[in-house]
């Protein structure tokens, strides 16, 4: 274990209930990458946290001379720095489309479900929870046609969409079954993936580099 440790090149500093902090754990434990994870308090960010992130936000990603705290960016430097398993595709067109994509499901899923993790019992965490529970149901046909979302291989799309469908039972948000089953399948079988069951641990050390 020591030997592997002095391998160890790559840091995130992350926190247990951020959305962000998950994508990036959860690209970590798919890839088997070897890596500290540091648990931070959100609402705390301690001084060294905050010398490396001028917006003081989480998660921050560090690999050698490089630091990234836009997870977006570390998600894609993680993917083309651990090639294996690939979340992205080659070709300029097929990247630019999961881009795209990814954009939407950050900007419609992920931002509802941040508003209801932080304010989930306001006004706005009630318009959000509608936002998301409408907006799952009329894409869940999609889900009926491919194993992974609008993919025959998992990408980082569903690392951005797997920890909002993990967190709907805390959010009180159920989904209808007969027009959500396919959408409630891909949930069930990307949730019992080991890499996400990985995710899930605050503080984790992957096997591979």
Not at 46 to 63: K, M, S
Not at 126 to 155: C, G, W, Y
Not at 190 to 203: A, C, G, H, N, Y
Request: charged letters at 25%; proline letters at 8%; hydrophobic letters at 45%.
């Amino acid at each position: 274990m020591s030997m592997a440790n002095s391998r160890i090149t790559l840091t995130l500093y992350a926190a247990e209930g951020d959305l962000r902090s998950h994508w990036l754990r959860l690209v970590i434990a798919e890839k088997r990458i070897a890596a500290n994870i540091v648990d931070v308090p959100v609402d705390e960010l301690p001084e060294d946290v905050l010398a490396l992130n001028p917006y003081g936000t989480l998660p921050v990603l560090v690999d050698r001379d490089v630091c990234l705290y836009d997870p977006r960016v570390a998600m894609e430097y993680l993917d083309e720095r651990f090639p294996q398993p690939p979340l992205m595709p080659v070709a300029p067109g097929e990247k630019a489309k999961l881009r795209q994509l990814a954009n939407r499901v950050e900007r419609e899923w992920c931002g509802a479900a941040e508003i209801m993790l932080t304010r989930g019992k306001s006004t706005e965490g009630a318009t959000a929870r509608k936002h998301l529970r409408d907006s799952l149901i009329a894409v869940s046909p999609v889900f009926n046609e491919l194993p992974f979302f609008m993919s025959q291989e998992m990408t980082l799309v569903d690392c951005l969409l797997a920890p909002v469908l993990w967190h709907l039972p805390r959010f009180a948000l159920d989904l209808p079954e007969k027009p959500c089953r396919g959408l409630l399948k891909y949930r069930s079988r990307i949730l019992s993936r080991p890499s996400f069951q990985q995710s899930l641990k605050v503080t984790a050390l992957g096997s591979g580099a």
